[in-house]
């Protein structure tokens, strides 16, 4: 895993704003209403994909050259770099949703004593776990 991927995006203008693609990554794609939305979002749908590939244990491929990316009308190619360090760190310490079940009884005391379920659960499944911090 590298820390820094830089790849060519094609940006894709049209009357309703810019399509973002990497001929690198056919999977990586977003839309944005203008230019600068458009370099934000090429980051983050980068990082994100990257992230994936990395999480699955795919091959990431190398960066087509600049001077090799073909554009059509209305396309502009543009370098996109991401630091994966945060991009990782982001995504391993996101919030996940879970839903739960427990008797009746147990939620209408825990619910009288005001009990913070996301802190429980995190905290037993800790304790369970033999964890204190962040694997």
Do not use: H
């Not at 399509?19 to 944005?32: A, Q, R, T, V």
């Not at 091959?59 to 050259?65: A, G, K, M």
């Amino acid at each position: 895993m590298k820390n820094t991927y830089t790849f060519p995006a094609i940006f894709d203008y049209a009357d309703d704003g810019v399509s973002i693609s990497f001929p690198d990554l056919p999977e990586c794609f977003s839309c944005s209403e203008t230019t600068e939305e458009a370099l934000k979002d090429a980051e983050e749908v980068l990082g994100l994909c990257l992230y994936n590939m990395e999480d699955d244990n795919e091959s990431i491929p190398e960066p087509t050259p600049l001077d090799k990316v073909q554009c059509g009308p209305n396309q502009k190619t543009v370098l996109i770099k991401v630091w994966m360090p945060i991009v990782r760190n982001e995504m391993e310490t996101a919030s996940v949703k879970k839903t739960l079940t427990i008797p009746a009884w147990l939620n209408k005391l825990a619910e009288e004593k005001q009990v913070n379920y996301s802190q429980i659960l995190q905290a037993a499944l800790k304790d369970y776990l033999g964890v204190k911090e962040r694997i």
